[in-house]
């Protein structure tokens, strides 16, 4: 959730997946006024809510905590710090109860504000305070721009995904842009952006649907899902320390979903491919010397990642494969692997020289590999 307040029918989304059970709270400012909100306000039979206030980290090696914590079927993180949070609870049992409900347990895991903005596999952590757009922008290496990767919380299908809230107040987009240019540039990530206005709500299902929960058409309540254009290179061209921020890609470098979120949520975006989605408009965003640039756009036609022919230039081996597949790549070039119907099934970012790419988990059958505009067909027997 976006940080100014909760969307009922999001949160009431969120207690039923509790299955009737126990909610714990957890905060590191602030009291137990979601106590009485989520056990008797919103309609929805939950068996207890527990708020849980830490005041330093030290709470996170208490017996008792640790215990309402893994005993959870549903854990919301409040606003706040997101500091504190990562502080608190990086590299403890708390940390581990949390991942354990997300992916062994079957149990939920919301945040509001602060609580959102730690749940993607990289994420801003304010180690040093707040950054703004126009400061992130201008140096992306900027003292405030801390950034986490793969190291707290481990939420299904937020792997390659960093979160931003209060989107409209103020307006968050060019640092939210920089955390996703740090995420390629310094651990090779093909970088997503999912973001919050004030007032809207994502809730991500067990299959990877993101539904998206707010006040329209009564007002505008955006989610945004931004990831770079699936048939260039992902690579800003500048992101360095102390020189602003370029990432353009001829117009298109970021395609960006707005959905306007209504009360009952009709509004999607399939994680699973980033391609699949119900409503919404698409915008491409550019960055040039530091300026953030938005213009209408176009869905982006992933298609074009699987053209009619095979690259003599590209060199993949050996084909047929039982499961790796060697090739040569550039160094950050992105790497697709697509079924034939143009679904993504991999995306990653290429070391210079020789790569490999397992494909032990996908069935036997034809796919495609691309580089850029080179692509190679693949059998797997």
């Known amino acids: 959730m976006g940080g100014a307040g909760e969307n009922e029918e999001a949160m ?3 207690l039923e997946r509790a299955n009737g059970g126990d909610v714990v709270v957890l905060r590191a400012s602030g009291s137990d006024g979601y106590n009485d909100y989520l056990f008797s306000e919103l309609g929805v039979t939950i068996n207890s809510v527990e708020t849980i ?3 330093d980290a030290s709470a996170a090696e208490d ?24 502080s ?14 997300l992916n062994e347990t079957g149990g939920v895991v919301g945040g509001i504000s602060a609580g959102m903005a730690v749940m993607g596999g990289s994420y801003f952590n304010a180690a040093e305070g707040t950054v703004t757009s126009t400061e992130a922008l201008a140096n992306p290496y900027d003292i405030d721009v801390q950034l986490g990767h793969d190291d707290f919380i481990a939420a299904p299908f937020l792997e390659d995904v960093v979160t931003d809230t209060h989107y409209d107040d103020p307006d968050r987009k060019g640092r939210h842009v920089t955390f996703m240019a740090r995420m390629t540039a310094d651990v090779g990530k093909v970088p997503k952006g999912i ?17 998206c929960f707010g006040d329209a058409p009564e007002y505008e309540d955006y989610v945004y899902f931004i990831r770079p254009n699936c048939t260039g290179e992902i690579n800003p061209q500048v992101c360095e ?14 395609k960006v979903l707005r959905i306007n979120a209504n009360v009952t949520g009709d509004y999607s975006m399939d994680l699973n491919n980033w391609t699949n989605y119900t409503g919404g408009e698409w915008f491409d965003w550019i960055v040039e010397e530091g300026e953030l640039m938005e213009a209408l756009g176009e869905a982006p036609d992933c298609s074009l990642s699987v053209p009619h022919f095979e690259s003599e230039n590209f060199e993949v081996w050996p084909i047929p494969t ?24 991999y995306q990653g970012v290429t070391k210079e020289g020789l790569n490999q790419l397992d494909l032990g988990l996908f069935a036997d059958g034809v796919y495609i590999l691309q580089q850029g505009g080179e692509t190679k067909r693949i059998l797997k027997l």
């Open 12 to 14: 009431k989304w969120f």
């Open 53 to 55: 206030l830490f005041n």
């Open 63 to 86: 017996p008792y905590v640790i215990a309402q914590v893994q005993n959870a079927e549903a854990i919301w993180m409040a606003g706040g710090d997101q500091w504190d949070y990562v």
């Open 88 to 101: 608190y609870w990086r590299n403890t049992a708390i940390e581990d109860a949390i991942n354990a409900l």
């Open 195 to 211: 973001a919050c206005d004030e007032f809207a709500a994502v809730c991500i299902d067990a299959e990877g649907i993101a539904y």
């Open 241 to 254: 320390t102390n020189t602003p921020l370029t990432w353009n890609e001829d117009g298109e470098a970021l």
């Open 322 to 345: 039982a499961r790796m597949l060697n090739f040569e790549a550039k160094n950050g070039a992105e790497v697709v692997l697509l079924d034939l119907q143009g679904t993504i099934l």
